[in-house]
């Protein structure tokens, strides 16, 4: 039986060892008691993480004279909307797991 790969740091070392082989993937995995199919889920995850980029979040302010009120963010084809009572860490929450997708 073949091991699973079990967290992304064993992943990046036996998919830099596979790389380096010479061998492909599913070669390497059967020499070395790895599941091949473990490691090629924790290839697509990893190349799905560096493909995001790291969130900024951007102070809004609302222009002089007007009172703050209603924000509404459009990022492609998803937009958010916002009021004054939105909190920081929540929108965080909220944008990481639309990144993900």
């Known amino acids: 039986m073949h091991r699973k790969i079990r967290d ?3 992943a990046r070392r036996c998919l830099e060892a596979a790389a380096t082989s010479g061998l492909d993937r599913v070669e390497w995995a059967r020499r070395h008691g790895v599941d091949a199919r473990s490691l090629n889920a ?3 995850n990893l190349s799905r993480r560096a493909e995001v980029k790291p969130l900024r979040l951007v102070e809004l302010v ?3 004279g007007q009172s ?3 924000y509404v963010l459009h990022v492609g ?3 958010i909307e916002l009021d004054d009572a939105f909190r920081e ?3 965080e929450r909220l944008l990481r797991v639309v990144a993900g997708c």
């Open 8 to 10: 992304a740091a064993d």
């Open 42 to 44: 924790w290839r697509v």
């Open 62 to 64: 609302a222009p002089p």
């Open 68 to 70: 703050a009120g209603r």
């Open 77 to 79: 084809e998803l937009s």
């Open 89 to 91: 860490d929540t929108l």
